[in-house]
């Protein structure tokens, strides 16, 4: 038996994954024992998790892989230095910054004891890392793969081909060059400060008009050969020290954009300000501006690798609206984004990166996202318990139910019961099984309600999720439907379990769903089917028997924080919103009036 634990641990999301012989056994993102959004430091407790969910302590790990070699690209970062010579401080930054990667045994001897760890230490390159996530975990024995991302060993981009066990990367894209930069530079500039807010202005771009493209290309600008360039006035990060924070906390990073493209398209927005019809179109720009550069890439490596397959991986992957366009604007058929795409998801690449190297043996396909932790159910009748001075404080009143109950008898009229509330517009905590590795709940720890009310976006807003109201809420749909409601380039390109493309709604069922029909006609899909998500998909079922829509709206069980991990989060998170019901295994706890 062959144990290998991956460590995402210098980048946000750090994150632990262990594999043995090959299979993942457990990922787990640190942000979610934190309680701090993209957590960036030593996942201590991710790889404890890890450990104890395995049954084995950290002798036993025969390879321990983390997703950056330090030394990757060193003749580039050289001929960088020589060339550009950047301030001091810049360069004392990127020295402490490879010290601190280099010194991960003294690290793990911190946290662990010295003599805890007797295994081999592997660093893999941090593209590899994010192209190994996404091939290996595929269901493609050929594939062309491509990480696109901010940065990670001096790169923003890879390309190269998965051949069963095989994974080489042909080319890179080099700093100061990068897509991720790109983008974060404009969601900056429209306020949104936040490590991680990209996905706002993805979301927002339907709302305007791309009228500010021609300047987007002065930004980015297109070779021939696939390739891109930044113009790099534009930008402070290729020559400035920004300051950032990388460990022991929320990851932070200064403002990427100089003041030279507040000349090109205007004042910044402040956090608060109002989002008028300039920051929609400059969103809407940047949003285009990045599709074609993505495709331009994209289209290049399809004519060097010579498949139609693709498997995509890097902190863009996350772009799930450019995701659902590949199959009409390249000549890939197929497309597969890993649960995990960002830099949480090197913590697997990394480890199944040393386990095809030595041991030459494909892994099996993830076809599922419950990677994460599991409850004890009965610890619900402690926490019930433990809560009454609460609920009298705030005059809640709570009635439970179970199955096998006399009025829930078996499993139809559980869910019956469910979907009842659902059409009455009650808003759902969904609390099953293992908790979702990477950024989406999936049905495992979601919160779901009914799509077909106009209402419902606001109900949930006020509610619970308090988010800008420009923001979409995304669809569970049951797999065998997909077609009659979604507009699909490639039949092939039906298998969507992770949540990462968008697809135009078919026009005449866009009235039908309004909850999760964004302003362009488009939901991000999730298809769900009953071999890998069991009672989530007999729910949604259920629900289509009453309504004829086979579809729930499913956003992540929290409240502005990460996801509920523990049934005491979910619990607390119930109890401190106004959700109506939760639903926690076989067990349902309604508010009452
Ligand atoms: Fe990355």
């Known amino acids: 038996m062959t144990l290998i634990l991956g460590l995402n641990a210098f980048h946000a999301d750090s994150s632990a994954a262990l594999i043995r012989d090959g299979n993942i056994i457990a990922a787990v993102e640190e942000e979610r024992f934190k309680r701090v959004k993209h957590y960036a430091g030593f996942p201590v407790k991710s790889i404890t998790w890890c450990l104890e969910e395995a049954g084995i302590s950290l002798g036993e790990i025969d390879h321990l892989a983390i997703n950056t070699l330090p030394s990757a690209n060193r003749f580039r970062r050289y001929a960088y230095t020589i060339?550009?010579?950047p301030s001091p401080l810049f360069l004392l930054d990127k020295i402490k910054n490879k010290r601190e990667r280099t010194n991960i045994k003294k690290l793990i001897e911190k946290y662990f004891g010295k003599e805890a760890f007797k295994g081999e230490l592997h660093f893999i390159e941090h593209h590899l890392s994010h192209m190994a996530s996404a091939f290996y975990p595929s269901d493609f024995k050929d594939a062309a793969v491509v990480s696109i991302d901010g940065f990670g060993d001096f790169a923003s981009c890879a390309v190269g081909q998965g051949n069963d066990t095989d994974l080489i990367a042909y080319q890179r894209i080099f700093f100061p060059h990068s897509l991720g930069v790109f983008y974060t530079s404009i969601t900056q500039f429209l306020g949104f400060p936040n490590y991680g807010d990209e996905y706002k202005v993805m979301g927002l771009a339907p709302y305007g008009e791309p009228c500010f493209l021609e300047e987007m290309k002065d930004i980015v600008k297109l070779n021939h050969d696939g390739t891109f360039k930044l113009n790099l006035k534009y930008f402070r990060h290729s020559n400035q020290r920004l300051a950032h924070q990388w460990s022991h906390g929320a990851p932070f990073v200064d403002r990427h954009y100089s003041e030279k493209l507040c000349n090109l398209l205007g004042s910044p927005r402040k956090k608060e300000e109002e989002l008028t019809d300039q920051h929609k179109n400059?969103?809407?720009s940047a949003q285009r501006m990045y599709e074609i550069a993505f495709f331009n890439f994209l289209n290049a490596a399809y004519l060097k690798v010579k498949e139609d397959k693709v498997c995509l991986a890097g902190g863009c992957a996350a772009n799930s609206v450019a995701n659902g366009k590949i199959t009409r604007f390249t000549n890939f058929k197929e497309v597969f984004v890993q649960a995990a795409a960002g830099d949480a998801g090197g913590a697997l690449g990394s480890a199944l990166m040393v386990w095809h190297k030595l041991y030459n043996q494909r892994s099996k396909p993830m076809n599922s996202a419950s990677?994460?932790?599991?409850?004890?159910?009965?610890?619900i009748d402690k926490i019930l318990l433990n809560s009454s001075a609460r609920l009298k404080d705030k005059n809640i009143k709570l009635i439970s139910y179970s199955l096998g109950d006399n009025q829930l008898k078996d499993e139809n009229e559980f869910l019956q019961f469910i979907v009842d509330e659902i059409l009455e517009g009650s808003?759902?905590?969904?609390?099953?099984g293992r908790m979702e590795w990477g950024p989406r709940a999936l049905g495992n720890r979601s919160i779901l309600c009914d799509p077909r009310r106009i209402d419902m976006k606001d109900?949930?807003?006020?509610k619970i999720k308090f988010r800008e109201s420009f923001r979409p809420f995304a669809p569970s749909v049951l797999q065998e439907h997909v077609k009659d409601w979604f507009i699909l380039e490639s039949e092939l390109d039906?298998?969507?379990?992770?949540?990462?493309?968008?697809?135009?709604?078919k026009t005449l069922k866009r009235k039908l769903v309004p909850a999760v029909c964004h302003v362009d006609g488009t939901a991000r899909l999730q298809t769900v089917n009953e071999k890998n998500n069991g009672i989530y998909y007999r729910l949604i079922q259920k629900f289509y028997e009453s309504t004829n829509v086979p579809m729930l709206v499913n956003t992540s069980f929290n409240e502005n924080e990460p996801i509920v991990r523990t049934l005491e989060e979910a619990y607390d998170c119930f109890i401190r919103t106004k959700m109506d019901l939760l639903v926690v295994d076989n067990m349902i706890i309604k508010k009452s009036l």
């Open 459 to 462: 109900i949930l807003n006020k």
């Open 83 to 85: 060339l550009n010579l």
């Open 371 to 379: 990677l994460g932790c599991s409850n004890k159910l009965d610890d």
């Open 427 to 432: 808003v759902i905590g969904w609390f099953q």
């Open 494 to 505: 039906v298998n969507v379990p992770f949540m990462m493309k968008v697809y135009p709604l």
């Open 282 to 284: 400059i969103a809407a």
